[in-house]
Every structure is written in C-alpha cells, then in structure tokens.
T-cell receptor, first 114, second 110 residues
Framework: GAGVSQSPRYKVAKRGQDVALRCDPI?????LFWYQQALGQGPEFLTY????????KSGLPSDRFFAERPEGSVSTLKIQRTQQEDSAVYLC????????????FGPGTRLLVL | SQQGEEDPQALSIQEGENATMNCSYK?????LQWYRQNSGRGLVHLIL?????REKHSGRLRVTLDTSKKSSSLLITASRAADTASYFC??????????FGKGNQVVVIP
C-alpha cells in the first residue's frame, strides 16, 4: 500500500517568503507527526496531531511555524517569513494508533532558504 | 532536544564484517527504536525493543538494551554494501514523540 508522501520534495525560498509543506499520511492513520532534521543531526520533534486535533506543538521553534490537519488526514506545515536557520529537511510521520509508538516516515521535504 | 547519543558516529567497514554502534539516553523510557536513513529510501524503522526486554533479533540485526546503564547497541552482522546508511536510535517516552540521537554514518566497502 501507499506510504507517507510529502510534497514538494525540494523547496528553495528567499528569506522572508512563506512556504507550505504538505504531508499525506497513510490512509486511516490516527496520529501524524512533524519533525525537523538539520544537516548532520537527527530529527527533532515539532508537533503532533491526533486526528484533526493538534495535541502537542511544543517543538515548534517559533510562532512563524504553524501546522494544521483540518480533516484529520492531510497536514500542512507552514513557515512564515522564512529565515536561513529554517533550512532543513522536514519529515512527516504517521501512526495507526494514538500515541505513535511505531511511526512511518515520509521521504521529507528539503527546504533551503537563501 | 537530542536524547540519544550514538557512538561511534562514523564507521567504515568491509563487506561481510560486523558493524556495532551504541546509543545512550538520559531518562527512563517505554521503548527504544533504531532507524536507518539513506537518500534513496528516507527514514526506515528497523527494530523496537521495549524497556522490559534485554535483547532482540531481526534478520541480521541484533539489538540489546541495558536500562541500568541507559544504553543500547545495534549489531549488523555480515554487512552488505546496501547497509551503507545513517543509523539513528530513538527513544519513546509515551508522550507521543520520538527523541532521536545524532546518528551513526556507516559505510560498507564492497
């Protein structure tokens, strides 16, 4: 079956631009996660959804970062007024159950802010 | 914040040799997981070991967990060129998130 998909795979933005990153989780998965992976580092948690409810957004680095999952399936991570330090790979993961013990990751979106 | 710390962080071995990497963590966990990441296939789940388990096998993978030392090891036996990747340990605390280490870069030379 289809795995987690993300689009675009690559995004180049000028500093100050807004970007929107999309995640299509595995169909029927309740939990959805966003992670940020800087070059040479492991992924770091950003936010967690259970269905359409955003239950944890403690990892979002600033109020320029916003995520939504309005119908409990597709999710969008939006970054406003991008800065160079936002350059990273943004990973989306989904999990069948609440809590997300076993997470399935998408290929990521590589964002480069110039 | 990074929770796991893998050691060694870079490893180069000949095909057929075994590769061992370690991970340490700071607080009590529900389980510990190992992931592989390469440019072709993204981040792939390899194996999960629960806090009440000490050793687990999956194919050529062997994972150990020592909760008293807050450490885990991943052994890849009879390595193949296709095992070339970055390997991450990740701890799960039951708070809906995985905390990843910085990763080990493993290069298997054919």
């Amino acid at each position: 079956g289809a795995g987690v998909s993300q689009s675009p795979r690559y995004k180049v933005a000028k500093r100050g631009q807004d970007v929107a990153l999309r995640c299509d989780p595995i169909s029927g998965h309740v939990s959805l996660f966003w992670y940020q992976q800087a070059l040479g580092q492991g992924p770091e948690f950003l936010t967690y959804f259970q269905n359409e409810a955003q239950l944890d957004k403690s990892g979002l680095p600033s109020d320029r970062f916003f995520a939504e999952r309005p119908e409990g399936s597709v999710s969008t991570l939006k970054i406003q007024r991008t800065q160079q330090e936002d350059s990273a790979v943004y990973l989306c993961a989904s999990s069948l159950y609440r809590g997300g013990e076993t997470q399935y990751f998408g290929p990521g979106t590589r964002l480069l802010v110039l | 914040s990074q929770q796991g710390e893998e050691d060694p962080q870079a490893l180069s071995i000949q095909e057929g040799e075994n590769a061992t990497m370690n991970c340490s963590y700071k607080t009590s966990i529900n389980n510990l997981q190992w992931y592989r990441q390469n440019s072709g296939r993204g981040l792939v789940h390899l194996i999960l070991i629960r806090s009440n388990e000490r050793e687990k096998h999956s194919g050529r993978l062997r994972v150990t967990l020592d909760t008293s030392k807050k450490s885990s090891s991943l052994l890849i036996t009879a390595s193949r060129a296709a095992d070339t990747a970055s390997y991450f340990c990740a701890t799960f605390y039951g708070n809906n998130r995985l905390a990843f280490g910085k990763g080990n870069q493993v290069v298997v030379i054919p």
